[in-house]
Each structure stands twice: as structure tokens, then as C-alpha cells.
């Protein structure tokens, strides 16, 4: 699994202060470093919307198609994924979770079972069926890559529900290291979330005054 930045809004908390001033008309207390406090008082009221006039896009890879499939159900996102029309996926390559991994049994079983679909998706082809219509067998363990594009408050959003302990373990471990990032170049909208040491759980934790 990789997750690449591709790009983010140049000085996007200075960009969100701007935006949320208007409101306020208080352009003449903006200055050089006034955009951490302005956002962290917004954000304290719950006046997100200002969040939404900067944007994020991220390449996401060796992923499963399971992963993608959670993650496209987000509606205020743009995505483009790799297609399995019109690439070759015969020598296809998976993602095994560790519970199945680590059973010697379930890993022989799910191994059996991705070599059949590796010779019944070759096979269709033999037979002069289309990508399009031979993909009909490749499972969900498939790895894909897509690229998705989200103001960052539906980034926050995501992160927020998505890194939850009940949340399917791969797409929270994908936005764990898209929050990584995201508090690499816009700390101040994220900073209500934290990772503990094990890499594993986000917290949330809430601004005090």
C-alpha cells in the first residue's frame, strides 16, 4: 500500500482564513501568522464550510479493490481509477489480510482460489471474451490504484469515520497515513487528531479555552 500527495492548495490555511474573514469583515486582523488561531476558533464553533475552499489529491496503490469499493461511496470526492476494461489483469497481483495469512489452512485455500481466478479470467480471454466481460471473475482482493481529490473538510470527515477501531482495516490504515500528511502541510486543520504509538488508533481530541 502507497500513498503518494499529489497535490494540495499553496497556503491553504492562509487561503481559509481569507475565506472565513468575509464573514467577519475582519480583514484588518489578519496578519503575517493569524491563520492557526482564526481557523482554530472557526473549527471550535463548528463553522467547517471554510474548510471546503481547499483541496487535497492523493495516488492510492497497491490497494484492494474491497478498499476502493468503501472508499467511492464518499460523494463529495472526484475519483479515477485503474480500469479493469482496459488493462490486462491476467497476471493480476492481491492483497491477503493477515487473518487469512497467518491460518495456514485459509491462506492455502485463498491462494487456490486466486490462482483459479488468475486461469479462468486467462482462459476467457483464450476464448475471445473482452477484458471487459472477463473481469466478471476477478475478486475483490485485487490490487488496484485510484486517484481521489477532496475539499479538506471531507478529508476531516473521512479521516474522522474512517479511522475508527470498527472501520475495515485497510481503509483505516489508509487514512492514517493520508492524516500523516495532511498534518505535514495543514497541522492546524488536523491537529484535533492525534496517532498514538502504535501507528494504529486516532484519537480525537478537542481544543481547549
Not at 474491497?66 to 489483469?89: G, I, K, M, N, P
Not at 493477515?98 to 481466478?117: G, R, V
Not at 475471445?128 to 475483490?140: C, H, Q, S
Amino acid at each position: 500500500m502507497k500513498v503518494e500527495l499529489l497535490f494540495i492548495t499553496p497556503d491553504a490555511e492562509k487561503l481559509i482564513e481569507t475565506a472565513g474573514r468575509t464573514s467577519y469583515l475582519s480583514f484588518n486582523r489578519q496578519g503575517e501568522n493569524t491563520e492557526k488561531e482564526f481557523i482554530r476558533m472557526l473549527t471550535k464553533r463548528g463553522h467547517y464550510s471554510v474548510l471546503e475552499h481547499a483541496y487535497a489529491t492523493f495516488r492510492i496503490s497497491g490497494v484492494s479493490r474491497a478498499f476502493t469499493h468503501q472508499l467511492v461511496r464518499h460523494r463529495l470526492c472526484s475519483f479515477t481509477q485503474q480500469s479493469q476494461r482496459y488493462v490486462d489483469e491476467s497476471n493480476f497481483n492481491y492483497v491477503e489480510p493477515d487473518p487469512i495469512k497467518n491460518n495456514s489452512k485459509a491462506h492455502i485455500l485463498f491462494t487456490k482460489f486466486m490462482e483459479e481466478a488468475k486461469r479462468s479470467y486467462s482462459e476467457l480471454q483464450r476464448l475471445g471474451i473482452k477484458n471487459e466481460d472477463a473481469r466478471f471473475v476477478l475478486p475483490n482482493a485485487v490490487k488496484s490504484q485510484i486517484v481521489v481529490t477532496a475539499n479538506l473538510r471531507e478529508w476531516h470527515h473521512i479521516i474522522e469515520l474512517r479511522s475508527s477501531p470498527t472501520a475495515q482495516w485497510e481503509i483505516r490504515k489508509v487514512v492514517i497515513e493520508i492524516l500523516k500528511i495532511l498534518k505535514g502541510h495543514v497541522p492546524t486543520i488536523f491537529e484535533d487528531f492525534e496517532i498514538d504509538e502504535k501507528n494504529s488508533v486516532i484519537k480525537k481530541i478537542k481544543h481547549g479555552g
